[in-house]
DNA sequence: ACGTCGGTGTTTACGCTGCCCACGTCGGTC
DNA sequence: GACCGACGTGGGCAGCGTAAACACCGACGT
């Protein structure tokens, strides 16, 4: 009677599924994203979901960019954590470090929605433009640009060694969060995985500069 | 009637669905190992898998265990490519280099296969003792070890530097892979794949040496 | 030679899933 | 006040993994 919008209609049920989404990912991570528990979880007929994406794949890559963008936040919070009061050279150091550890953390802290964020967005073989790589990258990865770029700026990255760090960097901290999540890293010790996760990135960011 | 065991019972049936698993999961991934499917493809009822493994995650992990032994024995043949009439040192780098080259090129030639290959053996949470993160490792990465192990014999590894060097190795290469399988280098140019892969495992590699 | 028995594959059935089709129901608009 | 497009419902289908009861076979003990 007041503005309740309740009865028949939904006020919006594509948000509702995705955020009841982003619920059932955290724990549980995508095999939790079926489609009939989905829409039981808000309360509303199966079929309803149809409505608002194409099948079930379409309704998961939808949550999973709602993940994504906790992790970009994540790693965000991450690098505007670092004090600039330091040397704008450890200050650029400080910040690639923290990218690439920020999104370790992330994994390890929320793998459900970390192995959201990761899956591919675009489905192979749909247009037949080939994607450009920096196309079908995301939000994760301008930030990693951006830090790199800081590193060439501040003058302890020569641009030689500059190109194609982004992959050797995300590989190494890619790699990382999928063995602390799903391989043989799994439930590590915290303090021993932390204590492990900045040897490696130090390693990798040392291999940059020679 | 010689040999033949043709007619009720099948001669190893467990052998023959692992096989026919490998065989489905070459083109499909882990998906493709549907239980139905497997056994109708062996000629089989759907229940008679259940005589030799508990359940379907149980047959997957059979399945994986075999592609494992793949990716093992591609990373040894790598290995052992490497020519000994050079010097030591350089022997032993190359055949850290073709370790890791062996494993990300096996995940780009084998995308099906890698997928098992890199599953978990164990499930969490079933036995009590805490596997110890030696325990649940697999084969291929008894072959980096080694390979890090000849790097510090042949003097060019500081004994220092090589204290968890193979968490920072395997996660380079592993995230590379994972990255160019599943991520955004997926359907990269293969001379540019490899290009950008011996790159990648160079910098992880110079990481390693101050 | 015969009965028994454990290992193996089949049959039937249950609950679950994603998805399609036809129908009911609402809010707004002429 | 009737129409219409957007939205949610209901019923149904094929497929899945799995459980329980049954059929068949080879081997073994007496």
Same mark, same amino acid.
């Given at each position: 009677?007041?503005?309740?919008? !309740?009865?028949? =209609?939904?006020?919006?049920? %594509?948000?509702?599924? +995705?955020?009841?989404?982003?619920?059932? $990912?955290r724990e549980g991570g995508a095999?939790?994203?079926?489609?009939?528990?989905?829409?039981?979880?808000?309360?509303?007929?199966?079929?309803?979901?149809?409505?608002?994406f194409a099948d079930r794949r379409a309704l998961v890559l939808a949550v999973?960019?709602?993940?994504?963008? !906790?992790?970009? =936040?994540?790693?965000?919070? %991450?690098?505007?954590? +670092?004090?600039?009061?330091?040397?704008? $050279?450890?200050?650029a150091l400080q910040r690639l470090r923290g990218v690439g550890l920020g999104y370790i953390h992330f994994a390890i802290s929320e793998p459900g929605w970390f192995e959201l964020a990761i899956l591919t967005q675009d489905e192979p073989g749909d247009g037949e433009p080939p994607p450009t790589v920096e196309d079908r990258v995301a939000p994760p990865y301008q930030l990693l640009l951006d830090a790199l770029d800081g590193m060439v700026d501040a003058?302890?990255?020569?641009?030689?060694?500059?190109?194609?760090?982004?992959?050797?960097?995300?590989?190494?901290?890619?790699g990382f969060a999928d063995l602390a999540t799903r391989g043989p890293l799994q439930g590590l010790e915290p303090a021993v995985m932390d204590r492990l996760a900045a040897h490696v990135v130090d390693t990798i960011i040392s291999g940059l500069q020679p």
């Amino acid at each position: 009677m007041g503005g309740e919008t !309740r009865a028949y =209609h939904h006020g919006d049920l %594509r948000a509702a599924l +995705v955020e009841a989404g982003l619920r059932l $990912a955290r724990e549980g991570g995508a095999a939790a994203l079926g489609l009939r528990e989905l829409t039981r979880s808000v309360g509303v007929t199966p079929n309803a979901a149809y409505r608002h994406f194409a099948d079930r794949r379409a309704l998961v890559l939808a949550v999973a960019a709602a993940a994504q963008d !906790r992790l970009a =936040h994540a790693m965000l919070d %991450r690098m505007n954590a +670092v004090p600039d009061d330091a040397n704008p $050279a450890e200050r650029a150091l400080q910040r690639l470090r923290g990218v690439g550890l920020g999104y370790i953390h992330f994994a390890i802290s929320e793998p459900g929605w970390f192995e959201l964020a990761i899956l591919t967005q675009d489905e192979p073989g749909d247009g037949e433009p080939p994607p450009t790589v920096e196309d079908r990258v995301a939000p994760p990865y301008q930030l990693l640009l951006d830090a790199l770029d800081g590193m060439v700026d501040a003058g302890i990255l020569t641009p030689a060694r500059r190109t194609d760090a982004e992959w050797a960097c995300w590989s190494t901290v890619h790699g990382f969060a999928d063995l602390a999540t799903r391989g043989p890293l799994q439930g590590l010790e915290p303090a021993v995985m932390d204590r492990l996760a900045a040897h490696v990135v130090d390693t990798i960011i040392s291999g940059l500069q020679p």
